[in-house]
C-alpha cells in the first residue's frame, strides 16, 4: 500500500522566483514526513510537484519507483488534503468521500461501504447527508481528510490541514492524525510552517529554506543537533541562542572565548577543536541547557538582564552577553530584575557549534 | 488524454491560450476585420484609389451639421443628468435603508430595455393625444394638445428625447457607481464617522473621492455610448432630430451606399475613440477607469 | 426614534419612491395603452385607464404582417448569439480567471476596450462582407455581431464568475481521479451554473434589444426591434405601443433573474481582483 516517494533534482520555477530548487528527496515507504519552514519557502509547492498539480521545470518525480513527472494527478496514486480543505459544496459529505470512487467507477454498493467505514473512522458518519455549510471547519476538515483515505492512497499528501482550526481542535486533530497514521500507514507527506506540529507528528522533518531542504533528520535530531544556524533559529520556542565565540588554547586545553570569558567545551571535542584554534565560530545553545545563577560567580558568564517575561511555571529572561542576545528560561524564585547582572553555566554537551562564515555546524567525525 | 497528443497540443502549457483562441479569432473575424473594412468603405473608392470624396458627401449633406449638432447636443446634456441621477440613486441605495435591495432593482429596470423600445414607451407620453397632453388638458393647464414632437418645435423634441434617453440609460450609471460604492471598504466610512465626517461631510470628503474611478468610467461609457443614440430618436421623433447613427443607418438602408454609410461609421468611431481620449488624457488613474 | 433620524429616514423613502415612479411610470403607461382599445389610443383627452380592458391591440399588432415572424427570428437570434458568446467567451474568462500567463492583462485590456467600442457600428462594413459570404439577411449573420457585442461582457462576467470557483475545487477532484476536464465539468460547471445562466440572459437581453445593426444587416429576415422600426414610420401608434411593451416584457422578466449579477457586467466588483 504504502510506496515511497523520491524526488531527483526537482526544480520549479514561477518567473524569477526559484519555489524549489533542485531538490533531492527519499520519503520510506510508511514514513511521516514532514516539510517545515518559514512562509514562502517553497513547501506546498514541492507537495504539489509531487502531487502532479505542478510541473516541475527539470528532474524526476518517482512515486512507488514509478516515474510519474509527466503524469496526471489522477494517474499518480496519491490523495491530497488542501489547506482549503477544499471540500465540494454542492455535494453532501457522502457524495465528496465517495467522489473519488465514483471516478474509478467502482461499484454503488462498494462505495457506500467504503464511505461509512471511512466515516466512521473519523467519527463523521453522522454528518453523511449534510451539505458542507452545514459543517464546521473542524467537520470540514475531517470530510477532507476521510475524502483523501477512502481512496487508499499510496501517498497521502497534506498541506497545512490544521492551519485554519482554533489552538484547541488543531491540539485534538492532531492527536487523531497520529494516530490515522498508525493505523493506515501510508506514506504520508505533511506541510507545516507549525514546529511544534512538526515535531510532535514526523517520523522526520525536512526543514525548508528558500527553496531548499537545510535538514532532513528525525524530530530529536533536528531539534537538538540543528545541521545549520538557520535550524537552529527556526526551531524551538525560543529559539537557540547563538553566541560568537573564538576558539582558544591555553595551557590548560582547548576553550571557546565568549567576550573575555571563557567557556569550557566537552572534553571528546578538545583535540577536535585543537586544529581550529583562532578560528572564529558560533556557539548554539538552547535555553533549557543554560543555568541561571543569580551572580556571575565561580566561572559562569556574566549576562545582563534586558527584560522577564513570567510564564506561569518558568520565567523567561532576555539576556545580553556581549552584543549577543540570550534567551533563558529559570524558574521563577529567581529575581531577575532588568540591569542586574546574572551568571549563566552553558551544559557543556549541549553546545553545537556553526561556522561562522557558512552558518553550518562543525562535524568532527 | 494521451501523453503524446497532449504534448502535441502543448495543453499543460499552452491551455489558457486554447482556450482564449477562439475569442481571439472571433474577435479578428467580427472586429478587426470589419474595423479595417469600414475604413477601407470610407477611404477607398470602387475602383481602389484612395478618395476623400464620400467623407465631402457626408460633410456637404445638409442634415451632417445638423446630425453632428444634435448628437453632441444629447450626449453633452444627457451624460451630466444621468451622472446627477445616478449619484443620487446610488447614494440614496447605500445607506442601507430597509427595501433598499428592492429600490435598487426597480432603479435598475431600464437597463434591460431597449432604446428603441424606451423610444416607444415615451412616444405615448409625448404624442399628440399622449398622456402627457391628456393630463395638463385635464388639469386645465392647457386648453389644446401641445404639439411635442413637431418640426414646428424642435426644440420641445429635442426635449423628450432627452427625457427617454435619460430615463433609459441612468440604470448603466448607476450599476457601475453602486459597485463602485461596494468597493469602498467600511473601514474608510467607520474611520471618517469616527473621526468626526457625517452625512453630506462623509459624502463629499470620502465617497465621492473614492468613487472617482466609478464616475470617471461612467462618464465615458455614457458618452460614447450617448454618441450613438439612434432608436430612441427615430422612434420618438422621426427624423424631426437627426443624428449621426441615424444617418449612417438612412445612407445605408434608404441611400444604398455604404461608402458614405461607412464613412459615418468611421466618423463616429474616431469621435469615440477621441473622447476616450480626451477623457484619458484630463482625467487620472486611467486603468482604473477602463477597468470600470 | 429621535425627531431627526425619523426625518431622514422619512426623507430617504419619499427620495427612493420618487425615482421608483419615475422609472415605473412610463412602463405603467405603455402597458395601459397596449391593453387600450385601438380607438381609445386616439381619443381626446385620453383617460389614464381605458374604458375596457382590450387585447384587441396587442392582438392586431401580434397579427401584423411580418411580425410573428420577426418575433421568432428575435429569438432564434437571441438563441443562436447567445450559444456563441458562451461557446466562445466563457473558455476565455476561465483561462483569465485560472490561469496566469504571458499577455493576460492584454487580453484584458484588450476585451475591457471593445466593451466600449460602439460595435453596432461595424454592420455598416460587414453588411458587405456578409453579401460576399453569402450571410447577408441570414439570422446567422446577426447573431455574429450580436456575438462580437455581447462577448466582451461574456468573458468579464464569466471571469468573474470563475474567479467565484475555488481552483482548489477543481485541484481536488483532480486528484480524486479526475482530468482537467472532468474536474472542470464536474465541480467548476455546477457551481458556476448560476452565474453563466445569468451571463446567458444578459446576452440574450442584449440581442434581443439590438436594432442597430439587425437593421443594417436584413432585408427579409428582420428581428423584431428591425421589424418595428423599419415599419415604424408607417405604423399606427398602438402598433407602435403594443411593439414597445411586448419587447420590455422580456427584458424585465430577464432582469429579475440576472439581478444578483447586475454588478458583474459593469462594476467589475467582483470580476477584479
Ligand atoms: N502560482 C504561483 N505563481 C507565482 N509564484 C508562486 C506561485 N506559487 C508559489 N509562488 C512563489 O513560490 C514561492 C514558494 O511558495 P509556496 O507556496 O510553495 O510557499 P510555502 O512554503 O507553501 O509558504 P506558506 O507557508 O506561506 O504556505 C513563494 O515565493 C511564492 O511567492
Ligand atoms: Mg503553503
Known sequence: ?365 | MDVRLRKLLGTDTLLPYWLLLPSIVFIGVFFLMPLFNAIMLAFRADNGAFTLDYFKKMVADVRFIEALKYTFLLAITIVPLQLITALAMALLVNTGFRGSRFFLYLFALPLGISDLAAGLIWLSIFTQHGFLNSILYSLGIIERPIYFISYQNTGLTFLAVVMAEHWRATAIVLVILVAGLQMISKDYLEAAEVLGARGWKKVWYVILPMLKPSLQSALIIRTIFALQTFAVVLALAGDIIPVLAGEAYFWHFLYRNSHVASAYAVFLMAISIGMTWFYLRFLRSRMEVIRG | MSYPRLLRRTLLYIGATAFALWVLIPIFLIAISSFTPPNEIYAWPKPIIPSRFSLDTMRFFLNSYGVLNSLRNSILVALLTLAFTLAVGAPAGYAVARFSFRGREAFRLGILITRMFPTALLAVPLAVTFIKWGLYDTLIGVALIHTAMALPFAVIITTGIFMGVPKDLEEAAMTLGCSRFGAFVRVALPLALPGLAAAAMFTFVISWNEVFAATILTVNNRTLPAHILTTIQASPLYFRFAGGFFMTIPALFFMFFIRRYLFHMWGGATAER
Not at chain 1, 519507483?65 to 471540500?87: C, H, N, W
Not at chain 1, 464546521?136 to 487508499?152: E, H, I, N, P
Not at chain 1, 532532513?216 to 540543528?226: H, Q
Open chain 1, 1 to 365: 500500500m504504502a510506496a515511497e516517494i523520491r524526488l531527483e533534482k526537482v526544480r520549479k520555477t514561477f518567473g524569477k522566483v526559484v519555489a524549489v530548487k533542485d531538490m533531492d528527496l527519499l520519503v520510506e515507504p510508511g514514513e511521516f514526513l514532514v516539510l517545515l519552514g518559514p512562509s514562502g519557502c517553497g513547501k506546498t509547492t514541492t507537495l504539489r510537484c509531487i502531487a502532479g498539480l505542478e510541473r516541475v521545470d527539470h528532474g524526476r518525480v518517482y512515486i512507488g519507483g514509478r516515474d510519474v513527472t509527466e503524469l496526471p494527478p489522477s494517474k499518480r496514486g496519491i490523495a491530497m488534503v488542501f489547506q482549503s480543505y477544499a471540500v465540494f459544496p454542492h455535494m453532501t459529505v457522502a457524495q465528496n468521500i465517495g467522489f473519488g470512487l465514483r471516478m474509478r467507477r467502482a461499484p454503488k454498493n462498494e462505495i457506500k461501504k467504503a464511505v461509512q467505514e471511512v466515516a466512521r473512522l473519523l467519527q463523521i458518519d453522522e454528518l453523511l447527508d449534510r451539505y458542507p455549510s452545514q459543517l464546521s471547519g473542524g467537520q470540514r476538515q475531517r470530510v477532507a481528510v476521510a475524502r483523501a483515505l477512502v481512496m487508499r492512497p499510496e501517498v497521502l499528501l497534506m498541506d497545512e490541514p490544521l492551519s485554519n482550526l482554533d489552538a484547541l481542535l488543531r491540539l485534538q486533530m492532531r492527536a487523531e492524525l497520529k494516530k490515522l497514521h498508525r493505523e493506515v500507514g501510508t506514506t504520508t507527506v505533511y506541510v507545516t510552517h507549525d514546529q511544534i506540529e512538526a515535531l510532535s507528528l514526523g517520523d522526520r522533518i525536512a526543514v525548508m529554506r528558500e527553496g531548499e531542504i537545510m535538514q532532513l533528520d528525525a524530530p530529536n535530531e533536528v531539534y537538538d543537533m540543528p545541521a545549520n544556524v538557520f535550524v537552529g533559529g527556526f526551531i524551538g520556542t525560543p529559539p537557540m541562542n547563538f553566541l560568537r565565540a573564538e576558539v582558544r588554547k591555553e595551557d590548560g586545553g582547548v576553550y571557546l572565548a565568549v567576550g573575555d570569558f571563557s567557556v569550557e567545551v566537552h572534553k571528546e571535542w578538545q583535540e577536535k577543536l585543537e586544529g581550529m584554534v583562532g578560528k572564529k565560530v558560533v556557539l548554539g545553545i538552547r535555553a533549557e541547557n543554560i543555568e541561571v545563577r543569580p551572580t556571575p560567580e565561580g566561572g559562569a558568564l556574566p549576562a545582563r538582564v534586558v527584560v522577564s517575561e513570567p510564564l506561569g511555571a518558568q520565567q523567561l529572561l532576555t539576556v545580553q552577553v556581549g552584543k549577543d542576545v540570550l534567551k533563558v528560561a529559570t524558574s521563577t524564585e529567581l529575581s531577575a530584575t532588568p540591569g542586574q547582572t546574572i551568571g549563566l553555566v552553558l551544559t557543556k554537551a549541549k553546545i553545537r557549534l556553526f561556522d561562522e562564515e557558512s552558518g553550518e555546524a562543525l562535524k568532527f567525525d
